[in-house]
């Protein structure tokens, strides 16, 4: 598969990011999307895939994480963090 790519860009964490114009959605059969879908969750479990975690906020303020997300100012997955 091509993806014609219109950029590359370093973001504020100096990681390269590709911009690009189109990308197809691709439909995989069963068997070989679960397959592919055993596969990441043992590479999960394992410990090989990480998530990339650019911001957290505490649960009082999950209305300031919504509005970084909103205007997209974050890079990565947000986390609220609810304690007891």
Same mark, same amino acid.
């Given at each position: 598969?091509?993806?014609?790519?219109?950029?590359?860009?370093?973001?504020?964490?100096?990681?390269?990011?590709?911009?690009?114009?189109?990308?197809?959605?691709?439909?995989?059969?069963?068997?070989?999307? =679960?397959?592919?879908?055993?596969? &990441?969750? *043992? $590479?999960?479990? !394992?410990? +090989?895939? #990480?998530? @990339?975690? %650019?911001? =957290?906020?505490?649960?009082?303020? &999950?209305? *300031? $994480?919504?509005? !970084?997300? +909103?205007? #997209?100012? @974050?890079? %990565?997955?947000?986390?609220?963090?609810?304690?007891?």
């Amino acid at each position: 598969m091509h993806i014609p790519v219109t950029a590359i860009v370093t973001n504020r964490h100096g990681q390269e990011l590709l911009g690009c114009c189109h990308v197809e959605p691709v439909q995989l059969p069963g068997p070989e999307l =679960a397959a592919l879908t055993g596969r &990441a969750f *043992a $590479a999960a479990a !394992a410990g +090989e895939l #990480r998530p @990339v975690i %650019g911001q =957290a906020f505490s649960l009082e303020h &999950a209305a *300031a $994480a919504h509005r !970084a997300i +909103e205007s #997209r100012q @974050v890079f %990565g997955k947000t986390l609220l963090a609810v304690t007891q």
